[in-house]
């Protein structure tokens, strides 16, 4: 919040532009950096016209937040309005949004968005823009959390007239979703007579609402419950119930005096790692404790949302990315579960990041200060990227640098590949990531390999799996270049090209295209067997068979492997990337890859050589009958 006074304070100091100076100061104070141009002109111009109106009103004693920043997001609400109801004498808070436009018109396809000149592209309708700040705020803040109905919203669009803008009421209007014009400004008025009461000070209500803990309301909590805890019965078995109840005591902890402490929950694929993540999730909404999700996978938040928060827009508010972080204040939370954790990267900035973010603050830093309790939950050998950061070690370092204590707990029983230990060593003997050197698999009950001797075979084989019933993908290294996303309705390009066997990668992009379903989906929907995925899909995800090309990037000669960055394709190799580095991330990338099966896992390589190296190993072949 940049400024907050009575209605009638801010009408004054609208006159001498003292308050426009001080709106700028505070925005430098917090931001660091100075409003720009448009937005010192919308404050000249939006403010005089709201405070002019509420005291026309007889409600000069209300209280205006101006630029109030909702909890745990850098969106600001232009107005929070705060006083007493007329009719009930609880607390009401009134979120304006203020439009300078004359003229709008809902999107002909979407009521929910809207075009004005000013703009190529669509933007949200106000009125769905100001709906949504109201229930994010009832979501996140505890004043308001068990008293859904003290929030109220407004649009105030002060220079447009009704046939300017009147078609945006195409959407469904509700007591969160209002608007008015100029020239509806005595209906505005009155509106706000309905909502705030002319005898009371609203100074009290604003001081309770500033108060309110970052907490979910009772609704949250039990959407969350039934979402993500009750939906399926996770039964957390040793060290997962472990791990569970070490974060929960932390947590306990922190609540009953200032303590602040880690925890590191550390396991290899299938450990239960993401499974502990949304029980505590769960556990911790039904308490009221304030908690949120983050990971750096794109696929894996996506996922969550649809799979977790179905239809449910406060679920899917839940879960996070990692670099959410980089303005929120320090402790917000309770607890972040910092699901996927190898993803951390160096820093949160990006090339779409203000340089005013820039600070080169660590990422790791962010999370582990925005929480009271940060959680996470990792796997070292699926660093995949450079860049990438998420170790014991670093989270160690970077706690003990900060003083904080930092609790691990390692996880041994693994529920991915079939619940197959013998198969997880296998892979990490194979691939030199554990000593050893490879050996020749001994088949056990629990997870079956085999090796193809051809593409189509090997998609022949998965297809026979698939009509059984069975859930099958194929994926491979990055060795093929990746083609431009298609216009709808083209085929999509076969990129991964092996003779004359060629398929299309997974979708970039966030939508489907010609029938193949949007990238973070790949993994889940049916309809990504017909592409080649990549590790960067594929991970944090499993499916019932797994089909794994090893490209020419990884070739074994003689009696080891041999790493080729030229025949990478992947752009995440720069030339700074170290040789020792790309080693390790192409072998983390066929060990994620070759993981992600529960009944079985079809391999074959481009290699001849490699492929001889395979056989030797392994018995199997997908040419033999296998039990299914």
């Not at 001797?453 to 998965?462: G, I, N, R, V």
Request: proline content about 5%.
């Amino acid at each position: 919040m940049l400024f907050r006074e009575s209605a009638k304070t801010i009408a004054a100091r609208a006159l001498d532009s003292s308050l426009y100076l001080h709106l700028t100061e505070q925005f430098v104070h917090m931001h660091g950096y100075r409003p720009s141009a448009a937005e010192v002109r919308s404050w000249e111009r939006s403010v005089p016209a709201l405070a002019a109106a509420l005291n026309d009103a007889g409600l000069g004693e209300v209280e205006v937040m101006l630029e109030y920043a909702l909890p745990l997001n850098s969106k600001r609400a232009d107005a929070v309005l705060a006083g007493v109801h007329p009719a009930t004498g609880e607390p009401s808070y009134v979120i304006v949004e203020l439009k300078q436009w004359s003229q709008a018109e809902p999107d002909e396809d979407d009521p929910a968005l809207c075009r004005i000149d000013a703009y190529t592209h669509p933007v949200l309708n106000p009125i769905e823009q100001v709906r949504r700040y109201c229930e994010y705020l009832v979501n996140f803040n505890g004043a308001v959390a068990e008293h859904f109905g003290r929030v109220t919203g407004v649009a105030y669009l002060h220079n447009a007239t009704e046939f300017g803008v009147g078609g945006l009421r195409a959407i469904e209007l509700d007591d969160r979703g209002q608007l008015f014009t100029a020239e509806r400004r005595g209906d505005f008025i009155d509106h706000l007579r309905t909502k705030l009461s002319d005898k009371v000070p609203g100074a009290r209500a604003a001081d309770e609402l500033q108060a309110g803990r970052t907490v979910p309301s009772k609704q949250l909590m039990s959407v969350a419950a039934q979402e993500v805890r009750e939906r399926e019965q996770f039964i957390l078995l040793d060290e997962q119930q472990v791990a569970y109840r070490v974060v929960l005591n932390a947590v306990r902890k922190a609540k009953q005096s200032d303590h602040k402490e880690i925890v590191v929950v550390t396991g290899g694929p299938g450990t239960g790692k993401s499974v502990i993540a949304l029980s505590l999730l769960g556990e911790l909404y039904r308490q009221g404790v304030p908690a949120l999700h983050a990971t750096g996978s794109q696929s894996f938040t996506k996922t969550m949302r649809k799979v977790a928060g179905t239809r449910k827009r406060e679920v899917q508010d839940l879960f996070k990315y990692f670099n959410s972080f980089m303005t929120t204040e320090k402790n917000s939370l309770d607890v972040l579960i910092c699901d996927e954790a190898h993803r951390i990267r160096e820093t949160s900035a990006n090339r779409y990041t203000q340089a005013a973010h820039r600070t080169g603050k660590r990422q790791i830093d962010e999370l582990i200060d925005v929480a009271r309790v940060p959680v996470f939950l990792l796997d070292e050998h699926q660093v995949v990227r450079p860049g990438e950061m998420g170790t014991v070690e670093d989270i160690k370092a970077a706690a003990a640098a900060k003083g904080l204590e930092c609790h691990v707990v390692p996880l041994e029983s693994q529920f991915r590949c079939g619940g197959s230990d013998a198969y997880l060593r296998w892979v990490k003997r194979l691939l030199g990531l554990e000593s050893g050197g490879p050996v020749v698999w001994e088949p056990d009950d629990r997870m079956q390999l085999l090796v193809a001797d051809s593409p189509q075979e090997m998609e022949a084989f998965l297809q026979a799996r698939r009509d059984r019933g069975y859930g099958a993908r194929m994926s491979a290294g990055y060795c093929w270049p990746w083609s431009k996303e298609p216009r709808p309705g083209d085929p999509l390009p076969a990129d991964v090209v092996i003779g004359d066997w060629a398929r299309p990668w997974n979708l970039r992009g966030d939508r489907s295209v010609s029938g193949a379903p949007p990238s973070a989906l790949w993994a889940t929907d049916p309809a990504g067997f017909g592409q080649v995925g990549c590790v960067y899909t594929a991970q944090g995800f499993e499916y019932d068979w797994s089909g794994v090309i090893i490209g020419p990037d990884l070739v074994w000669r003689g009696d080891r492997w041999i790493t080729d960055r030229t025949q990478s394709k992947d752009p995440v190799f720069k030339k700074s990337t170290s040789d020792t580095d790309v080693d390790r991330l192409i072998r983390n990338t066929y060990k994620v890859l070759l993981t992600r099966g529960m009944v079985g896992t079809v391999v074959w390589s481009t290699d001849p050589e490699t492929r001889a190296k395979l056989h030797q190993l392994v018995g199997g072949s997908t040419r033999e009958p296998a039990p299914v």
